[in-house]
């Protein structure tokens, strides 16, 4: 089983950065990275950034030139660099981890919450 604690979320004033943190856990070898997703109060689940395995990432338009996903390997660790915050990027985040064991199984986190004030 995997594990996944994501953190560095917080209170943040419109224009500000915060730095998202997902550690994992457990039964780490052969997890694959899968991305971020947040959901807001009445809204649903909704994919913010992917970084694939050869590197390649990907974004959505609502976060594109503001919002950069990396993660170290060795550490088993994603991240969410957040800079430019707007209020609307107010939202409970989650990371997303794949594991192979005869079949890909997906792991999430508890989730950090981001609030960003205007």
């Known amino acids: 089983q995997v594990q996944l604690v994501e953190s560095g979320g917080g209170l943040v004033q419109a224009g500000g950065p915060l730095r998202l943190s997902c550690a994992a856990s457990?039964?780490?070898?052969?997890?694959?990275?899968r991305g971020w997703y947040r959901q807001a109060p009445g809204k649903q689940r909704e994919l913010v950034a992917t970084?694939?395995?050869?590197?390649?990432?990907d974004y959505a338009d609502s976060v594109k030139g503001r919002f950069t996903i990396s993660r170290d390997n060795d550490k088993n660790t994603l991240y969410l660099q957040m800079n430019s915050l707007k209020p609307e990027d107010t939202a409970v985040y989650y990371c997303?981890?794949?594991?192979?064991?005869?079949?890909?199984?997906?792991?999430w986190g508890q989730g950090t919450q981001v609030t960003v004030s205007s």
């Open positions: 457990g039964s780490t070898v052969s997890i694959t990275p």
């Open positions: 970084l694939s395995g050869g590197g390649a990432a």
């Open positions: 997303n981890v794949r594991r192979f064991v005869g079949r890909w199984n997906d792991y």
